[in-house]
């Protein structure tokens, strides 16, 4: 059975990092492409980041570029989000989806997703 599990979660001050992780159970990550969703109140899901199933492909959306970095760890099966220089409005919960082929910031293109964690980043 297909699942991603998210943690990593946390409440940090805003200046923070913190990393989150994706691991994967039922499936090689290798032949997948992984993204990260935020969902904050009352807005919509947006994506932050998605690396391809090689891993040599990366994409990170404007507002965290160069505070954001994605990775992933074949032999673990898991993908990371590693948030450095966090701000107030990276306050979200925080899911990790998987689709097959290359990255998309549709969520609707996703196939699987995880529970999904809370980052609140507050002083």
């Known amino acids: 059975q297909l699942q991603l599990v998210e943690s990593g979660g946390g409440l940090v001050q805003p200046g923070g990092s913190l990393r989150l992780s994706c691991a994967a159970s039922g499936f090689p990550l290798g032949a997948y492409a992984i993204g990260w969703f935020r969902q904050a109140p009352g807005k919509e899901r947006e994506g932050v980041s998605c690396i391809s199933g090689s891993g040599g492909i990366t994409h990170y959306a404007d507002s965290v570029k160069g505070r954001f970095t994605i990775s992933r760890d074949f032999a673990k099966n898991t993908v990371y989000l590693q948030m450095s220089s966090l701000k107030p409005e990276d306050t979200a919960v925080y899911s990790c989806?998987?689709?097959?082929?290359?990255?998309?910031?549709?969520?609707?293109?996703?196939?699987?997703w995880g529970q999904g964690t809370q980052v609140t980043v507050s002083s």
């Open positions: 989806a998987t689709r097959m082929l290359s990255c998309s910031n549709r969520p609707d293109l996703y196939n699987y």
